[in-house]
T-cell receptor, first 116, second 112 residues
């Protein structure tokens, strides 16, 4: 059973460009979470999605950031008009449908975004 | 405001020793407390987790101790090995809201 997959692993964008980060959850998992990690810091929750629904986006910046998890295909975290402060590691996690509240989350290897 | 406070920031232990990392939380609604291990350039990996209905959970060399009244929990790594050298994160989650709140991490170095 493949783990959580993220691509690309490394992404370089110039200021003002768009960044698209992809996450394929583990097989059988329908819950996806996105986190951001700055150097020397812990992870910060961004958004929690189920198939075709955003459940909790309380950690998402109000502007330029959006996320989706379509019925088919990977979850996408989209950052428009990137700025240097967006440079970070972005991690996706997934959890299975059968777990209860606060179920175990399994993380992908992350996408390291660098904005030049 | 840091809802989950983790200490120490860094830790050096000799091979065979015990590594102890502590976390304290504020929100009494938290009911799930996982520990994650992260190696450089990798994603966090779930190590062990506990819920407030038990005071201790052990899996191999890793033990979580949980003190509900003090709102504290800790990770103990017995017989620490150089391969345990990594950054360890505690986290907390509450109810149906699955988002995890993370500590800032502890960088553990186990000397051979």
């Amino acid at each position: 059973n493949a783990g959580v997959m993220q691509n690309p692993r490394h992404l370089v964008r110039r200021r003002g460009q768009e960044a698209r980060l992809r996450c394929s959850p583990m097989k059988g998992h329908s819950h996806v979470y996105w986190y951001r990690q700055l150097p020397e810091e812990g992870l910060k929750f961004m958004v929690y999605l189920q198939k075709e629904n955003i459940i909790d986006e309380s950690g998402m910046p109000k502007e330029r950031f959006s996320a989706e998890f379509p019925k088919e295909g990977p979850s996408i975290l989209r950052i428009q008009q990137v700025v240097r402060g967006d440079s970070a590691a972005y991690f996706c996690a997934s959890s299975p449908t059968h777990t209860g509240p606060s179920g175990e989350q399994y993380f992908g290897p992350g996408t390291r975004l660098t904005v030049t | 405001q840091q809802q989950v406070k983790q200490s120490p920031q860094s830790l050096i232990v000799q091979k065979g020793g015990i590594s102890i990392i502590n976390c304290a939380y504020e929100n009494t609604a938290f009911d799930y407390f996982p520990w994650y291990q992260q190696f450089p350039g990798k994603g966090p990996a779930l190590l062990i987790a506990i819920r407030p209905d038990v005071s201790e959970k052990k899996e191999g060399r890793f033990t979580i101790s949980f003190n509900k009244s003090a709102k504290q929990f800790s990770l103990h790594i017995m017989d620490s090995q150089p391969g345990d050298s990594a950054t360890y994160f505690c986290a907390a989650g509450a109810g149906n809201n699955r988002k995890l709140i993370w500590g800032l991490g502890t960088s553990l170095a186990v000397n051979p």
